[in-house]
Nanobody, 115 residues
Framework: QVQLVESGGGLVQPGGSLGLSCAAS????????MGWYRQAPGKQRELVAT???????NYADSVKGRFTISRDNAKNTVYLQMNSLKPEDTAVYYC?????????WGQGTQVTVSS
């Protein structure tokens, strides 16, 4: 069983930046995909960005050009750098790991964009 531990959420003003990280509790075998999803109040969970173990990335249209996903395979960690944040980015952000037929979720970290 893999546990995912997120960190880095918080309160930021519109236009600001915030970085999230997610560390897996044990080594992750390839191939796999790690990613970030978010869920705003009253809305369904949605994809933010994913990155495959080989480095290929995918972004939601709403965050393209503002968010950057990256990973450090040696540290079993995925990162999300969020720039030019907007109030509509406010949500609980969840880390996700998809490895073969197994899927794991982190506990979530709150990101609030407000003045």
């Amino acid at each position: 069983q893999v546990q995912l531990v997120e960190s880095g959420g918080g309160l930021v003003q519109p236009g600001g930046s915030l970085g999230l990280s997610c560390a897996a509790s044990k080594s992750i075998f390839s191939p796999n995909t790690m990613g970030w999803y978010r869920q705003a109040p009253g809305k369904q969970r949605e994809l933010v960005a994913t990155i495959r173990s080989g480095g290929r990335t995918n972004y939601a249209d709403s965050v393209k050009g503002r968010f950057t996903i990256s990973r450090d395979n040696a540290k079993n960690t995925v990162y999300l750098q969020m720039n030019s944040l907007k109030p509509e980015d406010t949500a609980v952000y969840y880390c996700n790991l998809l490895q073969l037929t197994y899927e794991y979720w982190g506990q979530g970290t709150q990101v609030t964009v407000s003045s």
